[in-house]
């Protein structure tokens, strides 16, 4: 360790360690440890303008508002979201900061989540990919990223005290997937721990979490941070791998850590550590582009995103795109005041901000405009409505702006309702009356209630679009972009549709993930739910044809690797890009799973008539499941079915393919039942060498075998004359497992 550190006192570390104003840290020359700069940043950066003496969630100084991550999610297009982290780093970089605090990779268990604008999507691989895409553009301005919420943040409700119930093979699998796909494929300089807590652990004070999972099994090296507040016991988070204490404690934090170390609670190799990190990050990010930033560049990256995640989920008859040459009838306040962003600690001050009228009305000249509802809370206003239904009589082709206002989702509260406001879908419903052929324009952070579908005949999502919105939308309406966002979540028929229905957002103190893995279109697949609109839908102006889909395996590096090679063909007239995504479902008979799991996406752009080889690879290990008995990940042997399509619901093509990979048999634990310990040839023999080899009748041992075989070794013990106590059980246990990696090391 540098002696630089090694000379301060243990106070003088201690404040190292902590926050000295709500966006800063403190620094020392003599530990060669910078003051950092850290803002929140998940859609734009945004940096106080009050500078670091509150928590800063008005003013903020301008930077580019680019599209929230419930719109980019729907791009599919890992390329585009590194091209958007890079932009967001070189505005960072230029404003002086260090540390931006984004991405969000919480799944959306709920739609119900008040803060799912700011998460990507319900499915791990979608998140993990897009993030960690994401991550590597930032960290290349030499800024650092800060995955959040780690972990299992999943709702608002309750979030800074809320005990989250999960098993630990959905926990793996579904909620911190993402987190491990960003960490191994981007190592990110930091991640930020969550407020809540795990199946009873502070998930910022979690050992296993922070130091076990995080650092050993994934292999993360940098500054484990706390989200604002999140620390309780500043002792007990240092010790359990959380380096940085975020805001400042007012000196709270380093005098419970200097105590903890008095007391022995806290390890000073510990303290130690976490400096040298802290130190490694100034090192990091010391070094960042000199030039300012091309605004401009950013506007327009942030309109090409914007048009480029838009989903189109219905067109009947081709009503869009609309035509320049038609009358239009812009109807909706939306469309005049836009909801461009989310609520909360991500809100940016934007460079520019375009309307969608504005935009509309200078390439279609004589268009008009009705507003037809109030942004306030209140009732249906019947004159706004028949000002609206007059506009939409008189015009050629009918735009009525629809969604939710900035009150219904925002950081620190949940929605309690998928409905749109009344006086919107009482707007609709008068219009509809007169004009079958009307489209309807969403702004929303997550998905809503779809009663009203039928009253449109087309109905384009824009989410939260950001601050090139206006422009954006009008680019699709009006042909010049195809569209090619596809759902990154599930739109449900009914609230009581959807997976965690019951189960959110708990009560007492807790919430239970009842539905285990089944989250999102799994939930749905699976139990046979038919969804509004499902995972992954989205279209196009054109058609695209899938055939040709053939499924190879071959070994790498003694495991296997699957790939799935098919054609793509642009059948329309215009081009255009299609998310070809791959879903497989396991062999049957292996542990429960999800009837079909998205294991691989690709994103491919065609023109006219063009038809294209697309090929998606399965690596080695992507098939597994966790397995909590062994604490291992597993690839069950059997036939699998490759499912490639447009959508969780539009399979296209399909094949099938054989794993001859062997999973492990579950290691037994002390309380594993006798039977569990005599079918493992480890365990049999440990207890064999325990017991006594073949002693005693083998008629009797089989008899008794069958009679006790399904209860637990720890609890033999309990019966009279029993040679197995619960303390030999637990000795037994922790005999197999040095055995068991004994033999893994000599393999």
Sequence with gaps: M?????????????????????????????AGIRSLVLTDGPNGVRLSAAGDTGPGLGESRPATCFPAECATASSWDPELLEELGRAAGLEA???????????????????????NFEYFSEDPLLTGSLGAAWVTGVQS???????????????????????????????????????????????????????????????????????????????????????????????????????????SSSGIGPAELVAGLDAGLVSPDDVEASLARLRELGRRTADKPAAPPDLTAHDALARNAAARSMVLLKNDGAL??????????????????????????SRVNPTRLSTAWTALSERIPGSVFAAGYLLEPGAPDEDLIAEAVRAARGADQVAVFLGLPDAAETEGLDRSTLQLPQAQLRLLEAIAEVRPDVAVVLANGSVVATDWVPKAAAVLETWLPGQAGGEAVTDVL????????????????RLADTPAYGNFPGEAGQVRSGEGLLVGYRWY???????????????????FRYSGLEATVSNRGGEEEVRAVLQLANTGAREGAEVVQLYVAA???????????????KRVNLAPGETRTVELVLAPGSLDRFDPLTGLWATDPGTYELRVGSSSRDIRLTAAFTLAAVAPKPRPTASSTLAEWMEHPLAAAVLAEAFGAG????????????????????????????????????ALARKLAERAEQQEGST
């Design 141 to 247: 301005c030499g800024v650092a990223a800060s995955p959040k919420h780690f972990a299992a943040n999943n709702q608002e409700s309750y979030r800074m005290t809320v005990d989250v119930i999960v098993d630990e093979r959905t926990l793996r699998e579904i909620y911190l997937r993402g987190f491990e796909t960003v960490v191994r494929r981007s190592a990110p300089w930091t991640v930020m721990a969550a407020y809540n807590r795990i199946n009873g652990f502070h998930a910022a004070q979690d050992p296993w979490l922070l130091r076990q999972v995080l650092r050993q099994e994934w292999g993360f090296d940098g500054v484990v941070v706390s989200d604002w507040g999140a620390v309780t016991d500043r002792a007990a988070t240092l010790a359990a791998g959380l380096d940085l204490e975020m805001p």
């Design 695 to 730: 002693a005693g009748d083998p008629g009797a041992a089989a008899s008794m075998l069958t009679l006790m075989g399904s209860l637990p070794l720890d609890r033999l013990g309990r019966f009279p004359g029993s040679p197995l106590s619960a303390e030999n059980a637990a």
């Design 2 to 30: 540098p002696s630089e550190i090694n000379g301060l006192d243990q106070a003088e570390k201690a404040e190292l360690l902590s926050g000295s104003g709500m966006w800063e840290t403190p620094g020392s020359e003599r």
């Design 93 to 115: 970089a230029a404003l002086g900061v260090d540390v931006l605090l984004g991405p969000g990779l919480n799944i959306k268990r709920s739609p119900l989540c008040g803060r």
């Design 587 to 601: 062999p049957a008979g292996g542990a429960p799973r999800p009837v079909q799991e998205l294991r691989a996406f």
């Design 320 to 345: 869009l795109p609309f035509s320049s040459a038609a009358t239009l009838a812009v109807v909706g306040e939306l469309a005049r005041t836009p909801r461009y962003q989310g609520s909360g600690s």
């Design 525 to 543: 697949d699976t139990r046979m739910v038919e969804p509004a609109f499902p995972f992954g839908h989205g279209l196009s102006y054109t058609e």
């Design 478 to 493: 009006l042909g010049d972009v195809n569209p090619s966002g596809k759902l990154a979540e599930t739109f449900p028929r």
